[in-house]
Protein backbone atom coordinates (compact mmCIF):
# COMPACT_ATOMS: atom_id res chain seq x y z
CA UNK A 1 0.00 0.00 0.00
CA UNK A 2 0.99 3.46 -0.96
CA UNK A 3 -0.07 6.02 0.72
CA UNK A 4 -0.83 9.79 -1.35
CA UNK A 5 -1.25 13.21 -0.31
CA UNK A 6 -2.93 16.01 -1.81
CA UNK A 7 -2.29 19.73 -1.08
CA UNK A 8 -2.73 22.94 -3.02
CA UNK A 9 -2.07 26.67 -1.87
CA UNK A 10 -3.95 29.53 -2.00
CA UNK A 11 -3.86 33.87 -1.49
CA UNK A 12 -5.71 35.37 1.11
CA UNK A 13 -6.46 39.12 0.74
CA UNK A 14 -7.70 41.13 3.71
CA UNK A 15 -9.69 42.70 1.51
CA UNK A 16 -10.59 43.52 -1.91
CA UNK A 17 -8.64 46.90 -1.79
CA UNK A 18 -5.36 44.64 -1.81
CA UNK A 19 -6.05 42.90 -5.07
CA UNK A 20 -4.24 44.60 -8.27
CA UNK A 21 -6.85 47.01 -10.32
CA UNK A 22 -7.92 43.92 -13.02
CA UNK A 23 -9.18 41.53 -9.79
CA UNK A 24 -10.34 44.51 -7.95
CA UNK A 25 -13.25 45.37 -10.73
CA UNK A 26 -13.72 41.96 -11.22
CA UNK A 27 -14.71 41.09 -7.63
CA UNK A 28 -16.56 44.66 -7.69
CA UNK A 29 -18.50 43.80 -10.67
CA UNK A 30 -19.12 40.15 -9.25
CA UNK A 31 -20.61 41.81 -6.25
CA UNK A 32 -22.88 44.18 -8.47
CA UNK A 33 -24.28 41.66 -10.57
CA UNK A 34 -25.54 39.70 -7.25
CA UNK A 35 -28.43 41.90 -7.83
CA UNK A 36 -29.30 40.05 -10.89
CA UNK A 37 -29.81 36.91 -9.21
CA UNK A 38 -33.30 35.34 -8.62
CA UNK A 39 -33.06 33.55 -5.33
CA UNK A 40 -36.81 34.25 -4.02
CA UNK A 41 -36.44 30.93 -1.94
CA UNK A 42 -32.94 30.97 -0.38
CA UNK A 43 -32.31 35.05 -0.46
CA UNK A 44 -28.33 33.59 -0.93
CA UNK A 45 -27.75 35.85 -4.69
CA UNK A 46 -24.63 34.54 -6.12
CA UNK A 47 -23.11 36.48 -8.54
CA UNK A 48 -20.17 35.55 -11.25
CA UNK A 49 -17.91 37.52 -13.47
CA UNK A 50 -15.57 36.05 -16.24
CA UNK A 51 -12.62 37.71 -17.95
CA UNK A 52 -11.87 35.79 -20.61
CA UNK A 53 -8.49 35.37 -22.79
CA UNK A 54 -10.13 37.35 -25.40
CA UNK A 55 -10.83 40.52 -22.75
CA UNK A 56 -14.36 40.23 -23.12
CA UNK A 57 -16.28 40.06 -19.82
CA UNK A 58 -19.45 37.73 -19.34
CA UNK A 59 -21.14 37.14 -16.33
CA UNK A 60 -23.39 34.80 -14.82
CA UNK A 61 -25.87 34.68 -11.55
CA UNK A 62 -27.71 32.09 -9.87
CA UNK A 63 -31.62 31.38 -11.16
CA UNK A 64 -33.57 29.38 -8.39
CA UNK A 65 -36.60 27.40 -9.07
CA UNK A 66 -39.20 26.29 -6.71
CA UNK A 67 -38.67 22.94 -8.14
CA UNK A 68 -35.18 23.01 -6.12
CA UNK A 69 -33.55 20.48 -8.79
CA UNK A 70 -34.11 22.82 -11.54
CA UNK A 71 -32.15 25.81 -10.75
CA UNK A 72 -28.66 26.63 -11.83
CA UNK A 73 -25.87 28.22 -9.88
CA UNK A 74 -24.23 31.45 -11.20
CA UNK A 75 -20.75 29.41 -11.67
CA UNK A 76 -22.70 27.00 -14.30
CA UNK A 77 -24.86 30.03 -15.40
CA UNK A 78 -21.62 31.48 -16.68
CA UNK A 79 -19.45 28.38 -18.26
CA UNK A 80 -22.90 28.42 -20.48
CA UNK A 81 -23.12 31.93 -21.36
CA UNK A 82 -18.94 32.39 -22.11
CA UNK A 83 -19.44 29.00 -24.44
CA UNK A 84 -22.97 29.57 -25.85
CA UNK A 85 -21.68 33.44 -26.60
CA UNK A 86 -17.49 33.06 -27.31
CA UNK A 87 -17.16 29.07 -28.45
CA UNK A 88 -13.04 27.81 -27.95
CA UNK A 89 -12.37 30.69 -25.77
CA UNK A 90 -10.50 30.22 -22.70
CA UNK A 91 -11.19 31.58 -19.65
CA UNK A 92 -8.46 33.17 -18.01
CA UNK A 93 -10.16 34.31 -14.53
CA UNK A 94 -13.73 34.18 -12.54
CA UNK A 95 -14.53 36.68 -9.50
CA UNK A 96 -17.49 34.93 -7.67
CA UNK A 97 -19.55 37.22 -4.98
CA UNK A 98 -22.65 36.92 -2.83
CA UNK A 99 -25.38 38.23 -0.95
CA UNK A 100 -26.66 36.99 1.67
CA UNK A 101 -30.11 39.10 2.24
CA UNK A 102 -31.26 37.03 5.50
CA UNK A 103 -27.75 37.12 6.87
CA UNK A 104 -24.07 37.93 6.43
CA UNK A 105 -21.97 38.04 3.35
CA UNK A 106 -18.57 39.41 4.50
CA UNK A 107 -16.48 35.97 3.79
CA UNK A 108 -15.40 34.03 0.67
CA UNK A 109 -17.38 31.16 -0.19
CA UNK A 110 -16.19 28.35 -2.68
CA UNK A 111 -18.27 26.82 -5.75
CA UNK A 112 -20.66 23.99 -5.05
CA UNK A 113 -19.27 20.21 -5.91
CA UNK A 114 -21.87 20.64 -9.31
CA UNK A 115 -19.73 23.65 -10.15
CA UNK A 116 -16.33 22.41 -9.32
CA UNK A 117 -16.58 19.53 -11.63
CA UNK A 118 -18.24 21.38 -14.84
CA UNK A 119 -15.18 24.42 -14.35
CA UNK A 120 -12.50 21.63 -14.58
CA UNK A 121 -14.26 20.11 -17.36
CA UNK A 122 -14.00 23.93 -19.27
CA UNK A 123 -10.20 24.01 -17.82
CA UNK A 124 -10.03 20.19 -19.85
CA UNK A 125 -12.20 21.87 -22.77
CA UNK A 126 -10.03 24.71 -23.31
CA UNK A 127 -6.67 23.32 -22.04
CA UNK A 128 -6.52 26.52 -20.06
CA UNK A 129 -6.46 26.47 -16.36
CA UNK A 130 -9.33 29.07 -14.24
CA UNK A 131 -8.08 31.34 -11.86
CA UNK A 132 -10.69 32.15 -8.96
CA UNK A 133 -11.47 35.04 -7.01
CA UNK A 134 -13.80 34.27 -4.09
CA UNK A 135 -15.42 36.66 -2.15
CA UNK A 136 -18.54 38.02 -0.42
CA UNK A 137 -19.99 41.60 -0.59
CA UNK A 138 -17.33 42.66 1.77
CA UNK A 139 -14.38 40.91 3.95
CA UNK A 140 -11.37 38.80 2.99
CA UNK A 141 -10.90 37.62 -0.92
CA UNK A 142 -9.53 34.19 -1.82
CA UNK A 143 -8.06 33.35 -4.95
CA UNK A 144 -7.16 30.01 -6.53
CA UNK A 145 -4.67 30.07 -9.37
CA UNK A 146 -6.26 26.86 -10.78
CA UNK A 147 -10.25 25.80 -10.67
CA UNK A 148 -9.10 21.62 -10.35
CA UNK A 149 -7.26 22.72 -7.22
CA UNK A 150 -10.66 22.68 -5.91
CA UNK A 151 -11.55 19.11 -6.97
CA UNK A 152 -9.02 15.89 -6.67
CA UNK A 153 -9.56 12.80 -7.78
CA UNK A 154 -11.66 14.71 -10.29
CA UNK A 155 -14.09 12.67 -12.96
CA UNK A 156 -13.16 13.51 -16.77
CA UNK A 157 -13.09 12.66 -20.41
CA UNK A 158 -9.88 10.25 -19.70
CA UNK A 159 -12.00 8.00 -17.67
CA UNK A 160 -14.35 7.42 -19.68
CA UNK A 161 -12.02 6.00 -22.60
Same mark, same amino acid.
Given at each position: ?????Y???????? !??D??????A !????AA?????S?Y??Y?????G?V?????G????G??Q????Y??? =?CA???L???AA !??????A????????H???G?????????G??R? !?????????K???R??????D??? =????????L?P???G?I?L?
Amino acid at each position: MNKDEYHFSYDVYN !SVDELNEIDA !SLVQAARKVTASAYAPYSNFHVGAVAKLSNGELVSGTNQENAAYPVG =ICAERALLAAAA !SLHPGIAIDTIAISYHNTKGKSDHPISPCGMCRQ !SLVEYEERVKQPIRLILSGMDGKV =IVVEKANSLLPLSFGSIDLK
